[in-house]
């Protein structure tokens, strides 16, 4: 399995960024998708995600109403739409996935991307 992320980026606080996430050699119809992020010195956070094609989708409590999480299952990419960025967002984004459905918001899932950076400064 590999996931590659990009859409990191420089921006202003209030500017928008969308990540995406393309998942290579994963032969499932349907998995956990999530959203992680790591600010310096700080542990690892859900920022989003999603327990199957069914399910709602979580949103870390600080970036309800700012952050969507989508995906395209045929493309086999999932996306994170950020807009109103605070510089409180300022970290390296991770995708993930899990084989198993409905696996919460943990960053304890299987497969991990590199990461993207995301940096929100005036």
């Known amino acids: 399995v590999q996931l590659q992320a990009s859409g990191g980026g420089s921006v202003q606080p209030g500017g928008s960024l969308r990540l995406s996430c393309v998942i290579r050699r994963f032969n499932r119809d349907d998995y956990s998708a999530g959203w992680f992020r790591q600010a310096p010195g700080k542990e690892p956070e859900g920022v989003s995600c999603?327990?199957?094609?069914?399910?709602?989708?979580y949103y870390v409590d600080s970036v309800k109403g700012r952050f969507t999480m989508s995906r395209d299952i045929a493309k086999k990419t999932v996306y994170l739409q950020m807009n109103s960025l605070k510089p409180e967002d300022t970290a390296k984004y991770y995708c993930?996935?899990?084989?198993?459905?409905?696996?919460?918001?943990?960053?304890?899932?299987?497969?991990w991307g590199q990461g993207t950076l995301v940096t929100v400064s005036s």
């Open positions: 993930a996935v899990d084989w198993t459905l409905g696996s919460g918001c943990l960053p304890s899932y299987d497969f």
């Open positions: 999603i327990g199957s094609r069914d399910s709602g989708i």
